[in-house]
């Protein structure tokens, strides 16, 4: 039985250029055999034809002809195994080709959360390897780091969740074969339990918001709790979205503040959040109140827009909910 036939070599060449033609000489290079740290190495190797086309994939620059030759047989593997992991791809470049790949896709605050996750802590730690030379020792490293330094539990998972879903992409397009991260990951940190107000403690809460604040306010906290709707939701409440004669409301946007600055419209967190709201009397009440302000400011009487505006009729920021419900 013959042998399977060579399918690449390994050789040196240089970019010196031939005198009169002004060409690289390539492999040719005199220089290459009298100087044994002339130039560098190369390795060539001919894929599998796409489409009847023969294809020959070159890569140069290599410091030795082991580190050549390793990365031809990469290549060979990895056609094999449908996977091309690009020895020229960084983390960091990956990073920031997942990011541009997935913003159209994304609500803008998670964007703006992977985002922060990537340029604070992402590139600076892991952005200098090699995407293929990336391995669960260099994440567990860091973690632990972070762990010794005092980090919080919560935002270690988080920059860790974005790291495990950004080369779970790359598995997912054969550029990776596995996801050094899939079990480094530290587990999720347990949510804090939370405690529900009684009815005696919602209404204290909403009698001390009436005493200390607007009126605006003490008719947004009433609403919330009449209708369980998030802060975005009731923020983003239009009045075309109200229905007073038919005692109702639709949940149709929300509000996202991204990074706490830039204030955009989107849709609900889940499709179930799309839905309508029977309103109770005193949410009735307070949306009437609303209502009957708004129509004497307006020139024309008219109910458009929020709901629950600034002064000057543009979204307001999340209110916080921080006030404890008097004795």
Partial sequence: MGQRPQRGR????CGCKDGSSGKQLGSWCPQLAADVKHGTWTYCVDLAPDEGRRRTRRRGGFSSRAEAAREMAAVLDGELRGVYENRRTTVASFLREWL??????????????????????LIPAFGRHRL????????????????????????VYRVMATLR????????????????????VPPKPRAAERTCWTPDEAAAFLRHNKEHYADQLTDLFEVMLGTGMRRGEI?????????????????????????????????????????????SPRSMTALHRQAAIQMSAHPQGRLEGLVFPRPDGQAAPAPAMAVEPAA
Avoid at 10 to 13: A, D, L, P, S, T
Avoid at 260 to 278: C, D, L, M, V
Wanted: proline share 4%.
């Fill in 132 to 155: 293929p030379d990336l391995r669960p020792q260099h994440i567990e490293d860091w973690i632990r780091a972070q762990q010794e330094a005092g980090r919080g539990r919560v935002t």
């Fill in 100 to 121: 541009a790949a997935r913003k159209i896709e994304l609500a803008p605050n998670t964007y703006a959360g992977y985002a922060d996750c990537v340029q604070r802590d």
């Fill in 235 to 279: 923020l983003a409440l239009h009045w075309s979205d109200v229905h007073l004669m038919d005692r109702k409301l639709y949940v149709r946007w929300t509000l996202a503040a991204i990074n706490n600055a830039e204030i955009r419209f989107g849709e609900p967190k889940t499709e179930a959040s799309r839905a309508w709201i029977s309103l």
């Fill in 10 to 13: 390994v050789y040196r060449r």
């Fill in 165 to 184: 879903n950004a080369l779970n992409a790359a598995v997912r397009s054969w550029r990776l074969r596995y996801n050094p991260a899939k079990y480094a």
